[in-house]
């Protein structure tokens, strides 16, 4: 459809009314509609704008092709009136009106010059990806417009908004145009059994294509291992076809000229595996139908614990519109949705945003270098969550950027000037002490981009030679400095096992950080030389870039070794140390986790101590999650003193040795809580054995040899006198007072060896006072005199009555049973004859001498006649 009759443009004077009278407007303009490409036209067509037009993309593909879109739509050379910025590719000049950045790169931009003095209206695209450098961008233009800038001009666009909301908080008109062109017919295709969504992608193409449906692909999975698989399966399934399509995929980690072949025309019928990277902004030309798997890949920062977690997520019901609408951009299409219409319907409206689930400490650094020291009080959409606020705000003040009062630090201004995260800033200033600013800057590079090894690399990765300290990072300069030596050659790269297009960008990331911290140190890599990959690189389109290629020879280590690069690295990831719990196994104890494992693919993975840069939650095919430990390089645990002295803690630790029977004492070094050096000490002492002890002798793991009936007697009969006269307050002997005795026995020994014939009865015993010693004695006897002379033997049991055993002559006289204290308490009395066995066993002596023993006694007088029997 010719530009000016794309819906938009139905829109032009109402979206320059809003601008003139209150300075913003939010624009709800569907898939189709002409909204990213003819906005900044409209608003370059009506003049009237003294500065710039910059329209903020959320991903660097989108600003390259739409910049060339809009500038071939207009006519003109890429790079004069229209231009574009990502973080890799400068590709403006002084005439340069439109400009097409990355949000990311803006913000960037606001904090070198936070007045925006050259800009005139800041619009933002697909504001619904609501990415949190787009949520920033929006709040400080908001700011600006309140208070310096009023004369500023904002635009917020997108495809699926909640339009009203945005409306209400910007206090601006909302407008909206019509559908987009081409209708789309949208069908579910929910997998009838179980099966995996390439294989289902591949099915529900084959369908389409064998319907004789025309025009191409598009089809949308969640990461590159899905793509891959997609076209794996896609390959064989249109094998047989008379004319099998062109299969290409489509993400951010592919070289400019793969991107440029899958957007751009093809001789034949193309079929494009992509990522949410074709979910916006760009137009595919010849797309007409879309299958959708449904399924993104969402990053989520865990506050609780301060990692990362990326799992396969069912994608919104605005980003499934989102998708089904690439397929309407220039005819009638339809949209394949691999699963049901029940389960299209419980899906969320919309993604949740990045505020509310990333990491923030990058944007809070911003916004306090931007002199925002009240992160709440910042004009968000959607303010974050304040668990998320203090965990950002404790990271930002142990890497030294922050005060106490969230002041910026002279380490916090250092860390904002630099365009990466506050860790990897912290990185290369730990570096720059260290002397080792160029490796560091390497890796942090490598660090700040995607892997730059391929699969079958990182598998073998662990097979790596073993150095003193291996490192998953050393592996991977290694493997960049071979290929940066061979011009980054896709063949050559290809051959070591390398991303030829995440060298580039690493390296050019390189050159940026090494000019953010110091020329000198630039300067050391040499010269600009062409690039081998196939013509100019992609950053040398700009004088700038042309001057940040680097040299192919391979750059020599620093001088400092890797030991100090390794301690920086302490520095940065101070929070990510981990000691394996054995030599046997990849688990691994870590502050503040719970159960982590290092990745069995490190080189690192026989290493005692590590400091991971990468500590993700990830899930595996059987749904099971596990947190693993990745980029890991090993550590000398004495490094953790020198680097962290005030995170370290020293404390003496009392165990139980049961293989010695003996109380044991360590000396223990915490980093963090982690324990991490471990030494005996050669004397134990006996204040810190005594609980160990009595906690043994508690759990008759150790005897006392003296602690014999006597003792036990002593304790049942103070506790029956204590139950039986409660106004005496009696103690009785409970876990704590008993504790308290075995203290006073098991004083000096450390050993179980030490307690042998220590006495007992009398520590127990004086528990009490002198007078309550003599009140037990009285009311709980050991012996009752009978009538005739003799004693009667009392014993006591716990939840008994005290118990008297005595032969029945020894009772002729007593009438009635015989009791203890003062009469509460009866005896139960065992009788026995003279084979000295219980003849009968009562608590009512008057009852057996008149109902029992006149029909025992014939009995007894017939066995034994020597015997007195009354």
């Known amino acids: 459809m010719p530009a000016d009759e794309l819906p938009v443009r139905g829109l032009e004077q109402a979206l320059l009314a809003a601008l003139r009278d209150c300075g913003r407007a939010v624009l709800a303009a569907p898939t189709g509609s002409g909204k990213t490409t003819l906005v900044p036209q409209m608003l370059l067509a009506a003049g009237g704008w003294p500065g710039q037009i910059v329209v903020l993309q959320p991903r660097r593909l989108a600003a390259r092709l739409v910049a060339r879109r809009v500038a071939q739509q207009l006519q003109v050379p890429l790079g004069g009136l229209v231009g574009y910025q990502t973080r890799y590719e400068r590709v403006v000049s002084p005439a340069t009106r439109i400009r097409f950045v990355t949000d990311g790169l803006f913000l960037r931009q606001c904090q070198a010059e936070p007045r925006l003095a050259d800009v005139a209206v800041v619009v933002i695209d697909e504001f619904h990806e609501r990415s949190l450098a787009a949520d920033l961008a929006l709040g400080w233009v ?134 949410n990277v074709a979910e916006t902004s760009i137009t595919i030309p010849g797309v007409r139908h879309v299958i959708d798997a449904g399924l993104a890949r969402v990053l989520r920062h865990d506050q609780r614990r301060g990692i990362d977690t990326l799992h396969t997520e069912p994608i919104s019901i605005a980003a499934a519109e989102q998708r089904a609408g690439r397929a309407g951009r220039t005819a009638c299409g339809t949209c394949v949705r691999l699963w049901s219409a029940a389960e299209h319907s419980r899906r969320p409206a919309h993604d949740t945003p990045e505020v509310k689930r990333v990491d923030l400490a990058g944007a809070m650094l911003l916004l306090a270098a931007l002199g925002e020291r009240d992160v709440e009080a910042f004009l968000w959409l959607d303010p974050p969550d304040p668990h998320a606020v203090a965990r950002a705000r404790e990271l930002l003040r142990d890497l030294g950027a922050l005060d106490p009062a969230g002041a910026l630090t002279p380490i916090g201004h250092q860390l904002a000037a630099l365009p990466l995260h506050p860790r990897l800033g912290r990185l290369l200033l730990a570096a720059r002490q260290r002397h080792c600013v160029r490796r560091a800057a390497l890796w942090a590079a490598m660090l700040g981009e995607r892997d730059l090894l391929a699969g079958a690399a990182r598998a073998r990765q662990a097979h790596s030679p073993a150095s003193a300290y291996p490192s998953d990072l050393e592996v991977r300069e290694q493997a960049f400095l071979a290929a940066r030596a061979a011009g980054f050659a896709p063949a050559a790269c290809q051959q070591l096992g390398v991303r030829a297009e995440v060298c580039r960008q690493v390296n050019h990331a390189w050159q940026q950080y090494l000019q953010a911290v110091g020329a000198r140190a630039a300067r050391a890599l040499g010269p600009p030389a062409r690039d081998a990959g196939g013509g100019r690189p992609a950053a040398a389109r700009g004088a700038r870039a042309r001057a940040a290629a680097a040299t192919p020879a391979a750059a020599p280590p620093d001088a400092a070794g890797t030991g100090p690069l390794l301690e920086c690295l302490l520095v940065a990831y101070f929070d990510r140390v981990a000691i394996r719990r054995g030599p046997d196994t990849l688990l691994c104890a870590m502050a503040g986790q719970r159960r982590v494992e290092l990745d069995a693919r490190s080189v690192a993975s026989h290493s005692q101590a590590v400091v991971a840069a990468d500590v993700r939650e990830v899930s595996d095919g059987c749904q099971r999650v596990r947190t693993v430990l990745s980029l890991a390089s090993a550590i000398d645990l004495a490094w953790l003193e020198s680097v962290h002295p005030d995170r370290i803690q020293a404390r003496a630790v009392t165990s139980w040795n049961a293989a010695e029977a003996a109380v044991e004492q360590h000396e223990e070094w915490l980093y963090d809580g982690l324990v991490y050096r471990r030494e005996r000490a050669a004397r134990v002492d006996p204040q810190a054995a005594a609980p160990l002890l009595v906690e043994r002798i508690l759990a008759g793991e150790v005897r006392l040899d003296r602690w014999d009936e006597q003792v036990e007697q002593w304790l049942w009969r103070t506790r029956l006198v204590a139950r039986l006269f409660p106004e005496r307050s009696l103690p009785t002997y409970d876990a704590e007072q008993l504790a308290g005795v075995l203290r006073q026995i098991v004083a000096g020994a450390t050993r179980a060896a030490h307690l042998r014939g220590r006495p007992c009865l009398a520590p127990v015993r004086a528990a009490l006072s002198a007078a309550q010693q003599q009140f037990v004695e009285r009311m709980a006897p050991t012996r009752l005199p009978l009538p005739g002379g003799a004693q009667l033997r009392v014993e006591y049991r716990p939840d008994q009555p005290p118990r008297g055993r005595a032969q029945i002559q020894q009772l002729y006289g007593l009438t009635r049973t015989p009791s203890i204290a003062a009469g509460r308490q009866p005896l139960l009395l065992e009788i026995l004859g003279p084979h000295l066995r219980p003849l009968q066993v009562t608590d009512d002596l008057a009852s057996f001498w008149r109902t029992t023993y006149p029909a025992l006694r014939p009995e007894l007088r017939r066995r034994y006649p020597r015997h007195e029997w009354r």
């Open 142 to 275: 908001r700011r600006l417009q309140a208070t310096l800038r009023p004369e500023l001009r904002l635009v917020v666009m997108s495809a699926t908004l909640p339009t009203q909301r945005l409306g209400a908080a910007l206090a601006c008109p909302v407008l909206a145009t019509a559908g987009r062109a081409f209708p789309i017919a949208v069908s579910y295709r929910p997998a009838a059994r179980r099966e995996p969504p390439w294989d289902q992608a591949a099915a529900a193409l084959v369908e389409l294509l064998a319907s004789g449906a025309e025009g191409d692909v598009l089809v949308f999975m969640p990461g590159q291992y899905e793509i891959a698989r997609t076209l794996a399966a896609a390959a064989a399934a249109t094998a047989r076809l008379p004319a099998p399509p062109l299969l290409l995929p489509l993400h951010g980690g592919l070289p400019a000229a793969a991107q440029d072949a899958a957007v751009g025309p093809a001789p034949g019928r193309k079929v494009i595996v992509a990522t």
